[in-house]
T-cell receptor, first 112, second 113 residues
Framework: KAGVTQTPRYLIKTRGQQVTLSCSPISGHRSVSWYQQTPGQGLQFLFEYFSETQRNKGNFPGRFSGRQFSNSRSEMNVSTLELGDSALYLC???????????FGPGTRLTVL | DAKTTQPPSMDCAEGRAANLPCNHSTISGNEYVYWYRQIHSQGPQYIIHGLKNNETNEMASLIITEDRKSSTLILPHATLRDTAVYYCIVRVVNTGTASKLTFGTGTRLQVTL
């Protein structure tokens, strides 16, 4: 089985712009979670989607949003980018949610 | 989810067993212990999990104390490729439970020649 894929792998944006990141889960997995990793805050949970519905949400501002499509692929969007949004954004999938999660390689976002 | 405490760093000689401790003294009866690791700039990788019995797979062994207040991840023969940050996570696992993982600061394991 192919693993979790994330596109793009690297991205450079400027403050005030918006960005959309994409995640394709492992075939058959219905749960997709997103995480942000920064040197200062570590790995933090953003949100989880299951069957196209947001099932859980972390403590991030409304500028961070996401969605999931009927094929389980997911996108996350960050609007009005700030310098502090520079991070590695990781996507993880699992068959139903609980249990083992499989992480993608991440998208490294740099905001200038 | 219960809070975990891990040493910030550990060293291990290649070929020796690496024993990574984790304290989770506030763990509840329905919470599992999960271990993930993250090799530099890659996504975290699942290693193993357990409830109260010791567990072993091809990557590692997990030893959970009888009172479940602490656990140890054992890499039996550490190699340079095991150099990574290891995260111990405690969480409830039920059908339909959201999959949120709460990562702490983990233990940075350095395997040396």
């Amino acid at each position: 089985k192919a693993g979790v894929t994330q596109t793009p792998r690297y991205l450079i944006k400027t403050r005030g712009q918006q960005v959309t990141l994409s995640c394709s889960p492992i075939s058959g997995h219905r749960s997709v979670s997103w995480y942000q990793q920064t040197p200062g805050q570590g790995l933090q949970f953003l949100f989880e989607y299951f069957s196209e519905t947001q099932r859980n949400k972390g403590n991030f501002p409304g500028r961070f949003s996401g969605r999931q499509f009927s094929n389980s692929r997911s996108e996350m969007n960050v609007s009005t980018l700030e310098l502090g949004d520079s991070a590695l954004y990781l996507c993880a999938s699992s068959p139903t949610g609980p249990g083992e999660q499989f992480f993608g390689p991440g998208t490294r976002l740099t905001v200038l | 989810d219960a809070k975990t405490t891990q040493p910030p760093s550990m060293d291990c000689a290649e070929g020796r067993a690496a024993n990574l401790p984790c304290n989770h003294s506030t763990i509840s009866g329905n919470e599992y212990v999960y271990w993930y690791r993250q090799i530099h700039s890659q996504g975290p990788q699942y290693i193993i999990h357990g409830l109260k019995n010791n567990e072993t797979n091809e990557m590692a062994s997990l030893i959970i104390t009888e009172d479940r207040k602490s656990s140890t991840l054992i890499l039996p023969h550490a190699t340079l490729r095991d150099t990574a940050v290891y995260y111990c996570i405690v969480r409830v696992v039920n059908t339909g439970t959201a999959s949120k993982l709460t990562f702490g600061t983990g233990t940075r394991l350095q395997v040396t020649l």
